[in-house]
């Protein structure tokens, strides 16, 4: 960016540290800044009507929000939630400058449409899974993710699975016991050990719906 640019940024952004769990962005909202994660992670996800959530991207430090940009440059409101996971510290960059530096500015432009090729892909992604892999084969593939290098044991809670995977807590819970009762894992409190790690990989890589 040129120094004047930068002196605007440094002039005009305001610096956030959240809490574990604090919202910054909500749906139906308006979006005064656009955030640039320094530390921590910021989860983005959309919520039902039932109050059922589903995990659309993480940002990570060095990362900013591709749906804020969105909502920033078509001036409409913020279609999701963001919140932090553990304490997360954010730069947030006003949106007059963000939209102004995009007409301004090449080095910007190319930023921004960078975060757009990322999180599409990974939007596709995410639409590919929920569309056409059983809620089962979610779920087991999400826990092997997660129990890699992690001893076999998955510190979770069948609501924050439920999140991850896009399905209701029920529905974990009654797949966590088939699972169980097949002696792929064990549920204990807030944590679940994983016993036969390769047959819950396998059943991950299950055909698809079509």
């Given at each position: 960016?040129p120094?004047?640019?930068?002196a605007?940024?440094?002039a005009?952004a305001v610096?956030?540290?959240?809490?574990?769990?604090?919202?910054l962005?909500?749906?139906?909202?308006?979006?005064e800044?656009?955030p640039f994660v320094?530390?921590?992670?910021?989860r983005?996800?959309?919520?039902?009507?039932s109050?059922?959530?589903?995990?659309l991207?993480?940002?990570?430090?060095?990362?900013?929000?591709i749906?804020?940009?969105?909502?920033i440059?078509?001036?409409?409101a913020?279609?999701?939630?963001?919140?932090?996971?553990?304490?997360?510290?954010v730069?947030?960059?006003p949106?007059?400058?963000?939209?102004r530096?995009v007409e301004?500015?090449?080095?910007?432009?190319?930023?921004?449409?960078?975060?757009?090729?990322r999180r599409?892909?990974?939007?596709?992604a995410?639409?590919e899974e929920?569309a056409?892999?059983?809620?089962?084969?979610?779920?087991s593939g999400?826990?092997s993710?997660a129990?890699a290098?992690q001893?076999?044991?998955?510190?979770?809670?069948?609501?924050?699975?439920a999140?991850?995977?896009?399905?209701?807590?029920?529905?974990?819970?009654?797949?966590?016991?088939?699972?169980?009762s097949?002696?792929?894992?064990?549920?204990?409190?807030?944590?679940?050990?994983?016993?036969?790690p390769?047959?819950?990989?396998?059943r991950a890589?299950?055909?698809?719906?079509?």
């Amino acid at each position: 960016m040129p120094k004047s640019a930068r002196a605007e940024l440094f002039a005009r952004a305001v610096r956030k540290t959240l809490a574990h769990k604090q919202i910054l962005l909500t749906g139906g909202g308006d979006c005064e800044y656009l955030p640039f994660v320094v530390q921590g992670t910021l989860r983005v996800y959309k919520v039902s009507e039932s109050g059922k959530e589903l995990t659309l991207y993480r940002i990570d430090p060095g990362e900013s929000c591709i749906l804020s940009a969105t909502c920033i440059l078509n001036a409409s409101a913020f279609p999701a939630v963001v919140e932090a996971e553990g304490k997360a510290e954010v730069i947030l960059i006003p949106s007059r400058l963000v939209a102004r530096w995009v007409e301004e500015y090449q080095v910007w432009r190319k930023f921004v449409f960078s975060i757009y090729e990322r999180r599409l892909e990974m939007l596709l992604a995410i639409v590919e899974e929920v569309a056409f892999r059983h809620v089962d084969a979610r779920v087991s593939g999400w826990l092997s993710g997660a129990a890699a290098g992690q001893s076999g044991a998955v510190r979770a809670t069948h609501q924050k699975i439920a999140s991850e995977v896009g399905t209701s807590r029920e529905v974990v819970s009654r797949i966590l016991r088939d699972f169980e009762s097949e002696g792929l894992l064990v549920t204990e409190r807030g944590r679940i050990r994983i016993l036969d790690p390769q047959a819950l990989s396998a059943r991950a890589e299950q055909s698809s719906r079509l």
